[in-house]
């Protein structure tokens, strides 16, 4: 402890955000810029197909297996798990065409959903290295005693 901690500003716990809500309501303005663009619908209302699969994702949003911590539902491993693979598909259909006019339509949250969308890609990465490195210490700890083992004969 130095004499500057106690100017120094404490650290606070990290805090578990409910992203869920934020997901559906991108979620839902998202399908309606994509609705109004191939479907021809207009104001709140989108059409049965998009208001079907657009139920279906919000029904499945609630029972995620990450809880309020999930990450963004495009970018997630078990989306196929979750929606099933033919809308998964189309779900994710949906959410690539209208990236592109979300950015006209709603820039703020368009570029949060990207940061976060960063954000699942490098912690996808990091976990993919940490698990690289696990097996390659593995490897080398089993080669080490096989070496061992043949040195003691």
């Known amino acids: 402890m130095s004499i500057f901690s106690r ?10 955000k409910n992203n869920i809500p934020k997901e559906k309501a991108n979620i839902r303005k998202t399908f309606g810029v994509y609705c ?10 989108l059409c049965p197909k998009c208001t079907a699969l657009l139920a279906t994702v919000m029904t499945k949003m609630g029972r995620c297996r990450y809880g309020i911590t999930k990450p963004i539902c495009d970018r997630c491993q078990f989306a196929d798990q979750c929606f099933g693979v033919n809308q998964a598909r189309d779900f994710l259909r949906i959410m690539q065409s209208a990236q ?10 368009a570029f949060k959903h990207k940061m976060a969308s960063w954000g699942v890609d490098y912690a996808y990465m990091k976990h993919e290295k940490d698990l690289e490195a696990k097996a390659k210490a593995k490897n080398e700890a089993a080669k080490n005693r096989a070496k061992d083992r043949k040195n003691k004969k």
Request: cysteine-free; proline content about 10%; overall charge positive.
């Open 100 to 109: 592109s006019r979300m950015w006209l339509r709603h820039p703020v949250m």
């Open 36 to 45: 109004h663009a191939h479907h021809g619908t207009s104001g709140d209302k």
């Open 7 to 16: 100017f120094l500003p404490k650290r606070k716990p990290v805090e578990i």
